[in-house]
């Protein structure tokens, strides 16, 4: 049985890019007769708020979103991702870094247009720490990649096909843990899809490069990684994918202007499942959703 997900990090209110993605997760396993859970990915605890996750599943429910396991809150789930941890620990595969930027961006999906840098090994030391407990805890930690050929990952994208990644070259060792304790994005989720039984995951192509991440993790951790299929993203009329910054396209504004039918009539549209904008609900749109007809190309709504 098909198992997605929506993984929403509640640090501001779902604009028309998030709802996007919700929209085609759920249509793909909707399609399948499979199950949907909601994940809040609160494991910022600087920008999180249970405000925007309150709005955030009031706008899921006002648009048919239906999910059937959740709302799971990374905040309550930190007993597991330090389990985790100590696994990889043990591997000899963790050290502490006490470089500080990267470190602050660590709780958050790496979105392609963030401009991250490669993490050259600056604090990898020559040997391993053996438990949890000998790791300094005022240091972010970081998970070794390996190096040489085994650093290559290659996967199939379910909508952009074959990958192959090199994790020295595009990310380099990458945090785990932040310094002040929370939890790095990579390790949660990968934590979260295995434990909650996801094995398909559908999300924006911005995070085509955290799966190979994601897939080295999984494998290290001895799970089988989700199936990945990412989508095109929404671009506003400067070509940057929709944000946070674009209030025209928040829930809010759209909600005063648009009824549920006309948004997801909009995103269908451009999803290529209809030939022209009409009104539809979410249960409607399942039996027009095909793989086949949702563009590669990003789509400017600006
Ligand atoms: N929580 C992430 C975000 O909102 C998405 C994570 C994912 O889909 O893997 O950017």
Known sequence: MVRGRFA????????????WAALLSWLS???????WLLRIEDNDPQRSRQAWADLLMQDLEWLGLTWDDGPFYQSARSAFYEAYLERLVGQGLVYPCYCTRADILATQAPHESDGRVVYKGTCRPKDSFATLDALPSDAALRMRVPTGAQSLIGFEDGHYGCQTVNLEQACGDFIVRRKDG???????????????????????????????????????????????????????????????????????????????????????FWAGLTDRVQALSAEELIPLFDWNKIPREDISVG
């Open 8 to 19: 929403p990090s509640p640090t501001g209110r779902m604009h028309l890019g998030n709802v």
């Open 182 to 268: 929370a939890w790095a994005y990579q390790l949660a989720v990968v934590v979260d899809d295995a434990l909650m039984g996801v094995n398909e995951v559908v999300r924006g192509r911005d995070l085509l490069l955290s799966s190979p991440q994601q897939i080295y993790l999984a494998r290290t951790l001895g799970f089988v990684a989700p199936r990945f299929s990412h989508v095109p993203l929404l671009l506003n009329e400067a070509g940057q994918r929709l944000s946070k910054r674009d209030r025209s396209t928040h829930m809010e504004a759209l909600r005063r202007q648009y009824t549920a039918n006309e948004i997801l009539g909009r995103l269908a």
């Open 29 to 35: 396993v909707r399609s399948q007769g499979g199950s």
